[in-house]
């Protein structure tokens, strides 16, 4: 409870109650607020007027607020933990593991920071941007896993590599064929400056 939290001043409730989950719920305000309060609460059950989320659940909590919600400015933090034994009993990846709000009749997943690894616990932090019902749980696989793979050719299509390979070959015997060429032409040539010039001299010596 605050009697009054100053434009843009923190405003931090830490949690000491193990048992609850969350650690610590953190925010500011845009303007000056008075008579504030903000309260953790963990739940056996939700309401009836609220649909069960369909997941793996650890904690379910209720985080309800007086004169803070309409002032809030940005996202609130809140700060929580899951116990590593609960992980290891149901089969969760600690990275698995998000902080849900139910809002406008719908869960939805709040954006979740993995932390430290204490022994005990996986500590996690979440961004909010308002209070609500929560559900701490285990997430959605929604990982794509992108492998790149090399596609085969399609019959009678030349793959780049060797297409490239090929005109370089195809240019190297173009080449070749064109100094074959001038050998050709050159062998004669040279006889016949040879008997030309032999002629000559057994004319001269005449």
Known sequence: ???????????????????????????????????????????DSLPSSVEALETVVYRTLEISQQNVQDALQGLATVKFKVEKSWLSDNSINA????????????????????GEDDGTYVHYSAATPGFSYFVIGEAETAAVLEAVEEAAPVAGEVPAEEEAGAAEVAEGEAVMKKKSNAVVWIVPLVVLLLVVGLLYWYWQRR
């Open 95 to 114: 990275a698995n593991v998000a902080l849900f709000r139910y809002v406008d009749g719908d869960w939805t997943a709040l954006p979740t920071t993995q």
């Open 1 to 43: 409870t605050w009697t009054s939290i100053n434009a843009g001043e923190t405003a931090t409730v830490e949690v000491d109650n193990g048992a609850i989950g969350v650690t610590e719920v953190s925010f500011s305000v845009a303007e000056t607020t008075y008579g504030a309060w903000v309260q953790v609460k963990k739940l």
